[in-house]
């Protein structure tokens, strides 16, 4: 390899993020012994690199629902993303969220619980763990007794009058339609566990006792 060969090979590796792609830095090295380069991490003259483009979708999930939609789409569009596949379809997903603006507006009229209504909006454009917390934080509230009956309701609204939005977070509405069942097994799991944990505790606990006892007469 030449020097120019090299610096790029490294220029290369220096942009992967090793605690979310660390398959890619064997990629790269698989390519530079089979002596080929690597067109998906080499950007053209010009283009933001990776960490900018995320930088750029986060600042636009912040106060998504603000934004004029015809500014939203444009922005997004604007984003080159090629060769970047889940960066591109964290782009396609909020697009369609945007093309459903009319109908999320309308089910925010609808009445249903608030709250529910808040955690759809952050499931649909927020990062992943704040997806997630969001989805899971409905789902225990929605497990309590009185709020069950409201969150089967939004589920089934949703569903029935918002299917495209529906297909987006099918797998939260299928939670919030079950959240009692959800939330009272994983009850009865913390507290088997819990149970298993102190009655490991108490026998382990007597062993160590015991060797301790038994060294101390030895000695």
Same mark, same amino acid.
């Given at each position: ?59 636009? +999930?912040?106060?998504?629902?603000? %934004? /004029?939609?015809?500014?939203?789409? *444009?922005? $997004? !569009?604007?984003?080159? #993303?090629?060769? =970047? ?67 089967? +309701?939004?589920?089934?609204?949703? %569903? /029935?009058?918002?299917?495209?939005? *529906?297909? $987006? !977070?099918?797998?939260? #509405?299928?939670? =919030? ?43």
């Amino acid at each position: 390899m030449t020097d120019a060969e090299v610096l790029a090979y490294l220029d290369d590796v220096l942009r992967v993020d090793p605690a979310r792609e660390p398959w890619r830095i064997l990629e790269l090295r698989s390519a530079r012994q089979r002596g080929q380069s690597d067109p998906l991490m080499r950007y053209p003259p010009g283009r933001p690199d990776r960490a900018a483009l995320e930088a750029a979708l986060d600042g636009l +999930r912040r106060g998504f629902f603000e %934004r /004029a939609q015809a500014d939203a789409r *444009a922005d $997004l !569009e604007a984003l080159d #993303l090629a060769g =970047l596949p889940d960066l591109e379809r964290t782009r396609a997903r909020l697009l369609r969220v945007n093309e459903l603006r009319d109908s999320l507006a309308e089910l925010a009229q609808e009445p249903l619980d608030a709250e529910l209504v808040r955690a759809l909006h952050t499931a649909l454009v927020a990062p992943s763990l704040e997806a997630r917390s969001a989805r899971d934080a409905s789902v225990r509230m929605s497990g309590a007794k009185r709020w069950s009956r409201h969150s089967r +309701r939004f589920a089934r609204r949703v %569903r /029935a009058r918002y299917p495209e939005v *529906a297909a $987006l !977070e099918p797998e939260w #509405l299928e939670r =919030l339609q079950h959240a009692r069942r959800e939330v009272r097994e994983s009850t009865a799991v913390s507290r088997s566990l819990g149970c298993f944990g102190a009655y490991l505790v108490f026998v382990l606990g007597g062993k160590l006792v015991r060797a301790l006892i038994a060294w101390t007469q030895s000695n």
